[in-house]
């Protein structure tokens, strides 16, 4: 007999809604590893290629690629985005309202590519 599973919507914040500490951070620590992600991928670079290219450890793009992500802080993922020869542009707007604050945070790069996230 197949089990009915329940399906529950989340937030726009999946590391909040699994009641991680930090979630806001973790979240946008994920957004920028997706970005360092995709700019390895789109200029082909290796691990080992970035490291020559930025200066950071090769092991530091493994542990990017792997989304073991707890030794990084959000600027160090910032400064590796620039190295690799991009910019990060982070817009923050509050709203403030009757029952509880709601904060959008946008981030972008040079990519163009754009991830929304409340907070």
């Known amino acids: ?3 009915r599973l329940e399906v529950i919507r989340g937030s726009v914040n999946v590391f909040r809604d699994l009641n991680i500490p930090n979630a806001d951070v ?3 620590k994920a957004i920028l590893a997706v970005e ?3 700019m390895l991928d789109a200029q082909k670079l290796t691990v080992r290629a970035a490291q020559r290219l930025t200066g ?3 092991a530091d793009f493994s542990r990017i690629r792997n989304a073991d ?3 990084f802080t959000v600027d160090r993922l910032m400064t590796m985005i620039n190295q ?3 910019r990060v542009d982070v817009a923050v707007k509050i709203k403030r309202g ?3 604050t709601v904060k959008r945070r946008s981030v972008s790069t040079a990519l163009g590519t754009k991830a929304r ?3």
């Open 26 to 28: 973790e979240q946008l």
């Open 56 to 58: 950071f450890a090769a």
């Open 69 to 71: 992500l707890g030794r």
């Open 1 to 3: 007999m197949k089990e």
């Open 117 to 119: 996230m409340s907070v």
């Open 36 to 38: 360092i992600i995709k």
């Open 84 to 86: 690799l020869g991009s």
């Open 98 to 100: 009757t029952s509880r």
